[in-house]
C-alpha cells in the first residue's frame, strides 16, 4: 500500500493474470496505507495508493486490516466501502461466499476480539471450504515471527476440521 512502482507492477500482475485464467476477486491482506493508515474517508491515499493504482480491475477486493492502517483511522476503511464498490470492508470481521467456499476475514491486529465471533461464523455457516483470512501470520521465520494468538486461536481451529485455509499478508 504505498501506491509506488512495486505496487504498480503487483497491480499489472494481477491484471495479466485474471486476463490469463480468469480472476472473481481480490483478498488484500492488510497494511494497505503505508506508512500510518488514512485519516477519513475523503484522505487523498485511497485515491493515490488505491483508485489508481487499481482502475484497471474490475474486480472487489475484500480489504482487511494491518498493522499500519490500524495507526490511522480504521473505521474510514469500512466506511470508504460505502465510496467506492471495488472496496470491501463491511466490518472489521465479516465473511462472504464464493461458490462452495465460504471466506472469513478477520482483524487480526485485536487478539481475541474477533477469534470468538469467527468461530461463530464458521459454525453458522457450515460450507464445503472455510477459508480465513488476515493480515498477519500465524507461523513464521522471519523478523516478526509467529503471532501466539493466532496460533491458539486459528490454528486450533483448522483441529476442530472448522478452517482448510489461512491466507495472511
Excluded at 57 to 67: A, Q
Aim: glycine fraction near 10%; aromatic fraction near 16%.
Amino acid at each position: 500500500g504505498t501506491g509506488g512502482e512495486d505496487q504498480r507492477l503487483l497491480a499489472a500482475t494481477i491484471k495479466k493474470t485474471c486476463k490469463d485464467i480468469g480472476c472473481d476477486f481480490v483478498l488484500y491482506l492488510g497494511d494497505n496505507f503505508y506508512p500510518h493508515g488514512v485519516n477519513s474517508v475523503s484522505d487523498p491515499l485511497f485515491k493515490h495508493q488505491f483508485e489508481d493504482i487499481y482502475r484497471e480491475l474490475e474486480l472487489p477486493f475484500f480489504s482487511v486490516l494491518g498493522n499500519h492502517d490500524n495507526q490511522g483511522n480504521s473505521k474510514a476503511q469500512i466506511y470508504y466501502s460505502l465510496k467506492n464498490l471495488k472496496w470491501k470492508m463491511p466490518n472489521f470481521n465479516y465473511g462472504f461466499s464464493a461458490g462452495p467456499v465460504d471466506f472469513f476475514a478477520v482483524n487480526t491486529n485485536c487478539a481475541p476480539s474477533g477469534m470468538s465471533k469467527l468461530h461463530g461464523m464458521i459454525s453458522e455457516k457450515p460450507n464445503t471450504w472455510n477459508v480465513v483470512f488476515g493480515h498477519h501470520t500465524i507461523f513464521s521465520s522471519g523478523i516478526h515471527g509467529d503471532t501466539v494468538f493466532l496460533m491458539r486461536q486459528i490454528w486450533k481451529a483448522f483441529f476442530h476440521d472448522q478452517v482448510d485455509f489461512y491466507i495472511s499478508g
